[in-house]
């Protein structure tokens, strides 16, 4: 199973998103053999914020070697699952490639290991304070958890 994190500068969600979600992996195992994340503006070899870095440290998660990559067709191809922040990432990698069933937002695992069909964005904590990245990463945390479980459970099919 691949899983691909997408956001936009892919400095601050993806990036936090991809850092716990190899943690968890790495402790749990669950079928993960892949974990990566891009963003949708092309920043290439930037690092995470300070402030993500910081909350994820928070958590014994090192953000500091994390470097930005742009999204491109190869990595959406070699993914299973896709999981972008917005409707507007997900707008965005509908338009390039042909992401079938493989596209979830995040928060659709926010309450639970099964999806929602009716969740909202995570906004970008970029320029925000410290609190705030905390809580956008709690939020990463509880959809990750969930979205392990719901992996955990084989879904969905690998193709």
């Known amino acids: ?18 850092a716990y979600m190899r943690k968890r992996v790495a402790e749990s195992g669950p079928p993960v053999e892949m974990v990566d994340s891009a963003g949708t503006l092309g920043i290439a070899g930037a690092p995470a ?3 993500a870095i910081v909350a994820m440290a928070e958590l014994g998660v090192d953000l500091s070697g994390h470097r930005s990559r742009g999204l491109d067709r190869s990595l959406l191809e070699h993914a299973d699952v896709i999981v972008g922040m917005t409707q507007a990432h997900l707008a965005e990698i509908e338009a390039w490639s042909d992401s079938g069933g493989r596209l979830y ?4 695992f926010e309450d639970g290991s099964d999806p929602a069909a009716d969740a ?20 990463i ?3 990750v958890d969930h979205l392990l479980e719901w992996l955990g459970r084989g879904a969905p099919t690998v193709r």
């Open 1 to 18: 199973m691949k899983i691909l994190f997408v956001c936009s500068g892919n400095i601050c969600r993806s990036a936090m998103a991809d």
């Open 49 to 51: 914020s300070p402030e």
């Open 105 to 108: 937002l995040l928060r659709a």
């Open 120 to 139: 909202a964005d995570l906004p970008d904590p970029i320029g925000r304070d410290a609190t705030f990245y905390r809580e956008t990463r709690d939020i």
């Open 141 to 143: 945390v509880r959809c």
